[in-house]
């Protein structure tokens, strides 16, 4: 499995690692979506710090997105940091954001992890 969900107690923290498709993360995205913790949380922080290969591209994203701006009705004000470190995972981390500006979740990139729990956690 390229990810681990590690669930905290406001929020989820989700690690990704190696070789990663487009195709995975919709799907890890989905079932989070029908996960009923993922009701009560607060934050979801996604790392991609220890990806090896990203195999994703904008159309990706634009899914990811509108999956999640459906989402983002009943979930007011939850938070997603993306934690990204090559040029690529950020500009589809980017791509994602702007994607996102009109939905109800707040979306932010980080190139730390420690700034990420700073931002998600008060």
């Not at 487009?22 to 009923?36: F, M, P, Q, T, V």
């Amino acid at each position: 499995m390229p990810y681990t969900n590690n669930w905290e107690e406001n929020g989820l923290y989700r690690k990704f690692t190696g070789t990663i498709n487009g195709i995975e993360i919709l799907e890890a995205n989905l079932k989070l979506h029908i996960d009923s913790r993922f009701n009560n949380i607060k934050y979801v922080l996604n790392d991609f710090t220890e990806v090896s290969d990203l195999r994703i591209e904008t159309k990706h994203t634009n899914a990811y997105a509108a999956s999640d701006k459906v989402i983002s009705d009943r979930m007011l004000g939850l938070k997603i940091a993306i934690v990204v470190i090559s040029e690529l995972q950020i500009n589809l981390a980017n791509a994602y954001q702007e994607e996102m500006k009109n939905s109800n979740f707040k979306c932010e990139i980080f190139a730390s992890l420690d700034d990420a729990y700073k931002w998600v956690t008060p």
